[in-house]
């Protein structure tokens, strides 16, 4: 494409993850002529590097908005794989067996009780296991003293939710441009009429959804900080020749995904957590760290090999929560950044948002996660 040449749609989408995918998708089945420009390749970055995980009461350390949305995400996800599945037939393995949640020590062992607690408050079901219950639920998980099963929690396979949810968008009609990294917004008479990549070319549209991830706030021309910044995510793959760990295991430390169902005796490690910036790469202390968790979990996991490592950038913000609905002094611009270690779980609810932002609509789920509330950032 040439720099003088200008390309127009109804919805400029801003980052090729899985959130910009689906809302892509969604908006495109809708009859919205819908353009999604990429950095680099859609799926290639978080979405790749993250665990799968579906985890609306893990991921919440207390009742609030988080959970009430992680919950009404986590209710979609068997449809929303399904019509994937139909769609470009490939399998997006949904599980939704649930997650042991381990404690190694008293003390740990305590908060997990008083998460149990509040968690069947809210009408949440969960199981409590110590002693032999533990041992039959998870025979490995010997170093564990208690644990608090949690029926609400799955998995699915990212890295093929990528794959399907660009070919849905692209079946749908949406026309994605893979390495065209968006560089200004452009406005007129006060609100957004379309974005300029880095080559210099323009594409017009009545609203652009800014979904770039830990890139989002990178955007030159938006009407304030957006404090969304890159915390890192190192994993690794630890292969034995037979399956050791039955289902999802979360300690306080590190949780281990098992992928036996693909390869033999296959566990995911993740994650650390780092305030480094974009620095790419592994490193043998992040991934020594993990190893060490994984085998104080699950002691088997000591004689496993490291079969594969990586890591990503999480869009993190300052209060942990997402960014989600139109911008408050720009009208055009809508947010669906900022998922932290929740992308995969939010992206059905979130494409549903976005749709309803774009359409006028609305929805009360959006105002704890609105833009505005960085305004005086």
């Known amino acids: ?54 985890s609306p009461l893990a991921e919440s350390p207390e009742p609030g908005p988080f959970l009430r949305l992680g919950l009404d995400s986590f209710a979609l996800w068997p449809s929303f794989a399904a019509q994937l599945e139909e769609e470009t037939g490939l399998n997006l393995d949904l599980r939704t067996e649930g997650k042991l949640l381990l404690a190694l020590d008293t003390p740990a062992a305590e908060r997990l009780r008083r998460r149990g607690k509040w968690a069947n408050r809210e009408g949440l079901s969960t199981s409590w296991l110590e002693g032999a219950s533990l041992r039959e639920r998870e025979p490995t998980a010997a170093a564990a003293v208690a644990g608090l099963h949690l029926e609400c929690d799955g998995q699915v396979d990212n890295r093929t939710l990528a794959h399907a949810l660009t070919r849905a968008a692209a079946a749908a009609g949406c026309v994605i441009l893979p390495g065209a990294t968006a560089h200004t917004l452009i406005t007129s008479a006060g609100r957004v009429c379309g974005i300029r990549t880095e080559d210099g070319s323009e594409h017009t549209a009545d609203v652009v959804l800014l979904a770039a991830g830990a890139w989002s706030g990178r955007l030159s021309g938006l009407p304030r900080s957006l404090p969304v910044r890159p915390v890192k995510g190192q994993m690794v793959a630890l292969a034995l020749e037979t399956a050791v760990v039955r289902t999802t295991l979360e300690t306080e430390a590190c949780y281990l995904i098992p992928r036996d169902h693909r390869q033999g005796g296959l566990v995911w490690v993740g994650a650390t957590s780092e305030e480094v910036g974009f620095t790419r790469g592994t490193t043998l202390e992040g991934r020594t760290s993990l190893l060490r968790a994984a085998a104080q979990a699950v002691p088997a996991l000591a004689h496993a090999s490291e079969a594969e490592a990586w890591d990503g950038f999480r869009p993190g913000t300052p209060d942990g929560l997402p960014v989600i609905g139109p911008d408050p002094d720009l009208p055009g611009l809508i947010h669906a950044t900022g998922h932290f270690r929740n992308g995969i779980l939010l992206t059905p609810v979130t494409a549903e948002l976005i749709v309803r932002c774009v359409d006028g609509t609305g929805d009360p789920r959006l105002g704890p996660f609105s833009p505005d509330r960085f305004s005086n950032v």
Request: charged fraction near 25%.
């Open 1 to 54: 494409m040439s720099n003088q040449e200008r390309t127009g749609s109804d919805v400029i989408v801003v980052g090729g993850g899985a959130i910009g995918l689906a809302a892509a998708r969604r908006l495109a089945r809708a009859g919205r002529r819908v353009t999604l420009v990429e950095r680099g390749r859609p799926g290639e970055e978080a979405t790749r590097a993250a665990g799968g995980m579906l």
